[in-house]
């Protein structure tokens, strides 16, 4: 709920939930290594992937998927590869989050500084 008040309150500094970052991602960073997918276009599609699926953890989901379909009925052989894929999930989640607190503090950081000049 506080997101979606400040989204209102300070339309300006508060980024969209789509917007892709309008500020140089190695600002502030010596260095900083670059996200790579690694399940390709075609892997994808052959495993049937929806497209709400088809993040940086689509290789861990094809593997999960394909250990599942391997032994079933004895699916809880498969532990281990969803609790990689749902890590995998969750350190996702938590870089996407910085990074939407890291353009919205950019954004605000501008402001200020306009406002100074």
Do not use: W
């Not at 500020?23 to 996200?35: A, Y």
């Not at 699926?53 to 969803?82: G, M, N």
């Amino acid at each position: 709920m506080g997101n979606a008040v400040t989204h209102y309150l300070k339309p300006d500094v508060m980024p969209g939930p789509d917007v892709v970052p309008s500020f140089d991602p190695m600002l502030g960073f010596e260095s900083r290594k670059e996200r790579v997918m690694i399940a390709t276009k075609e892997e994808m599609e052959s495993a049937k992937l929806p497209l709400e699926d088809r993040d940086y953890c689509a290789h861990k989901l094809i593997q999960y998927r394909s250990c599942r379909a391997d032994t079933f009925p004895f699916v809880y052989k498969c532990a281990h590869e969803k609790h990689e894929y749902l890590t995998c999930e969750y350190e996702d989640y938590v870089l996407r989050m910085k990074e939407f607190e890291r353009e919205r503090r950019l954004l605000e950081r501008q402001k200020r500084l306009a406002g100074k000049a």
